[in-house]
């Protein structure tokens, strides 16, 4: 069973920095990629970033570049995003999830205050 537990949302001022944390466990294979989707109120969920499995490739939105970073760590089934300089539009709730939106977590909050 495919599991996506994220932990590191919460509150932060405008310029501030957050580091979300998914803890991947269940996917068979070498070839997956995982990452991050967030959900504003009323607006569409949107996908932020992504990480392959095997090579380490990596996607951005345009909304995050220069901002946010995706990274992994293979040996604790762990993929991070390093959020920096945050936005008021950056809040949302974000999401963990499977590249190929198969599989998903339970999402946490991230509030930027201006």
């Known amino acids: 069973e495919v599991q996506l537990v994220e932990s590191g949302g919460g509150l932060v001022q405008a310029g501030g920095s957050l580091r979300l944390s998914c803890v991947a466990s269940g996917f068979t294979g070498d070839h997956y990629a995982i990452g991050w989707f967030r959900q504003a109120p009323g607006k569409e969920r949107e996908g932020v970033s992504c990480?392959?499995?095997?090579?380490?490739?990596?996607y951005l939105a345009d909304s995050v570049k220069g901002r946010f970073t995706i990274s992994s760590d293979n040996a604790k089934n762990t993929v991070y995003l390093q959020m920096n300089s945050l936005k008021p539009e950056d809040t949302a709730v974000y999401y963990c999830?499977?590249?190929?939106?198969?599989?998903w977590g339970q999402g946490t909050q991230v509030t930027v205050s201006s």
């Open positions: 990480i392959g499995s095997s090579d380490g490739s990596t």
């Open positions: 999830a499977a590249c190929n939106g198969h599989y």
